[in-house]
């Protein structure tokens, strides 16, 4: 049954393969070019060229970054969502069922065979990823913005989550493929299911699964600023909090409702802030730290693991639900 599963796929898994390897190859020549490139112009990088037109090393970094991205989704849509879904197309699940094989043994042994497989690959490219994340995206001048792994665009194609995203994104597809019965309909499903899930632990959980740090914000004249440690830590979103070890009293305001009561009590900077002053509160930019990158990681990683697993029993019981 492995054999046969081999044969069935080996085809697909070997052009996924060498797409990995261009891809890796390129992020590991993009990196001794911006290597080469920064021991030759040292500090006065944006006279040296690899700056600016279509193939600078900026613009091939983001083409990469969003290639590293897309992988996940498109390991649900070529491997995941035909996996089962066409077996029973082209009725080709009758003849091994026939054979004394049962149906769970035939579709663990297809996912195991196919999803190992695609883990493999992916964490031979992660560790390609790390070393190019480190030499190219994270250093280049004009994304200062996005330093550290633990921004969402670095954060999403290095460590270990990226594994656990095409693991999930593959039991996704097939999921749906068992369900819907439609190659076509699991694909769509795949990529729209996929970035919602996506989207959701960026905004949403993500942010929670450590603690929150306060940078709050010092007023000059009319301007708020904020020192950044680094590396850079995640900024999630500005807002409002009560100093350290001020006690609130029950049923008091919230700090964001003090803040509003002190915009509207007064437009000019010294008597907004003295308002809030007065009732110790503060502004700032709430944030994950850099320092909370694998935590982050791991955690997201088990959150991915565990609904694979779930998405895979769901396509088990699907398949013994099937009728043909």
């Not at 964001?256 to 007065?278: E, H, M, P, V, W």
């Amino acid at each position: 049954m492995i054999w046969l599963a081999w044969r069935r796929h080996r085809f697909l898994l070997a052009l996924f393969a060498g797409l990995l390897v261009g891809l890796g190859v390129w992020m590991v020549l993009l990196a001794h070019a911006f290597d080469h490139a920064s021991n030759v112009c040292r500090d006065q990088t944006y006279q040296c060229g690899f700056q600016y037109g279509v193939f600078s090393i900026e613009n091939q970094a983001t083409a990469i970054n969003a290639l590293l991205l897309f992988l996940p989704c498109l390991a649900g849509i070529v491997f995941g969502a035909p996996l089962v879904a066409g077996e029973l197309e082209h009725y080709t699940n009758r003849l091994v069922w026939t054979q004394g094989i049962s149906r769970t043994r035939w579709f663990v042994t297809k996912w195991l065979v196919v999803g190992l497989i695609l883990g493999a690959l992916t964490s031979l490219l992660v560790l390609i990823t790390q070393y190019w994340s480190g030499h190219v995206f994270a250093r280049l001048p004009l994304t200062l913005a996005l330093n550290g792994r633990i921004q969402p665009t670095l954060f999403a194609v290095t460590g270990v989550a990226p594994v656990a995203y095409t693991l999930f994104a593959f039991s996704l597809g097939v999921a749906l493929g068992a369900i819907l019965r439609r190659t076509s309909w699991a694909v769509v499903g795949t990529v729209v299911g996929y970035t919602a899930v996506a989207l959701l632990m960026v905004f949403s959980i993500r942010p929670s699964l450590a603690s929150q740090g306060f940078l709050s914000t010092t007023r000059s004249t009319s301007v708020q600023y904020v020192t950044l440690p680094r590396p850079q830590p995640w900024i999630l979103s500005y807002g409002f909090r009560f100093a350290p070890g001020t006690q609130p009293s029950t049923g008091a305001s919230s700090a964001s409702a003090i803040a509003k009561r002190c915009l509207n009590q007064s437009f000019t900077g010294s008597s907004y802030d003295q308002c809030l002053s007065t009732h110790d509160v503060q502004g700032g930019f709430f944030d994950q730290s850099a320092t909370h990158y694998w935590a982050l990681q791991w955690r997201e990683t088990a959150i991915y693991l565990l609904s694979a697993l779930v998405l895979l029993g769901m396509a088990l019981w699907a398949v013994r639900r099937w009728r043909e």
